[in-house]
Nanobody, 122 residues
């Protein structure tokens, strides 16, 4: 089955940079979208950035201009370059993979990694 493993989280000072990576393995077929979500303490999970199989991207307004999502289709890896980090970026970051079900155009399966902690401290 599909597995997603995040790495790269850690402690960083405000204004610093961090790069997250997600390695996907297993039956990776019919990729619709890959993305990064995050969940801060006491808050709901939110979409940070996503990239489609066609290469188009979208970002949460809060990270636009600071974060960059990338995907290496050949290696089945997903990256998130985070610059100018702020304390409000502190959260557990999750890698997400959406696969289209065989025979369906719009029905998707969601896969999640276990998350990696990002802490921006002063």
């Amino acid at each position: 089955q599909v597995q997603l493993v995040e790495s790269g989280g850690g402690l960083v000072q405000p204004g610093g940079s961090l790069r997250l990576s997600c390695a996907a393995s297993g039956s990776i077929f019919r990729v619709d979208t890959m993305g990064w979500y995050r969940q801060a303490p006491g808050k709901q999970r939110e979409l940070v950035a996503a990239i489609t199989s066609g290469g188009s991207t979208n970002y949460a307004d809060s990270v636009k201009g600071r974060f960059t999502i990338s995907r290496d289709s050949a290696e089945n890896t997903l990256g998130l370059q985070m610059n100018s980090l702020k304390p409000e970026d502190t959260a557990v970051y999750y890698c997400n993979l959406k696969l289209r079900k065989a025979g369906y155009l719009y029905l998707l399966d969601d896969y999640w990694g276990q998350g990696t902690q990002v802490t921006v401290y002063s």
